[in-house]
Nanobody, 113 residues
Framework: QVQLVESGGGLVQPGGSLRLSCAAS????????MGWYHQGPGKQREFVAT???????NYADSVKGRFTISRDNDKKTMYLQMNNLKPGDTAVYYC???????WGQGTQVTVSS
């Protein structure tokens, strides 16, 4: 009965910012390692960032220094602050309960002039 709902995607110009949210319906949210993954056109889904239950973050090299993953365990919500967006960031972004290999429906991020 775990549910994940992503929001916050959209169309943005290069250099712009977006903030993605993942609202989780999960009694055990506070102990989960959560993550963001994306899938660009014609590509496989790939790792973007993860965050442990206590807030330790890990990032793909391509987004390090530009993206920030965070979580609010009281609100059962995870976030991805995306700054200095590049056209290569264009993808569907998915929220994940990493250990369960469980995914949300995705939200589209398009970076274009």
């Amino acid at each position: 009965q775990v549910q994940l709902v992503e929001s916050g995607g959209g169309l943005v110009q290069p250099g712009g910012s977006l903030r993605l949210s993942c609202a989780a319906s999960d009694r055990l949210f506070r102990i989960r390692t959560m993550g963001w993954y994306h899938q660009g056109p014609g590509k496989q889904r790939e790792f973007v960032a993860t965050i442990t239950s206590v807030g330790v973050a890990n990032y793909a090299d391509s987004v390090k220094g530009r993206f920030t993953i965070s979580r609010d365990n009281d609100k059962k919500t995870m976030y991805l602050q995306m700054n200095n967006l590049k056209p290569g960031d264009t993808a569907v972004y998915y929220c994940s309960v990493v250990s369960l290999n469980f995914w949300g429906q995705g939200t589209q991020v398009t970076v274009s002039s």
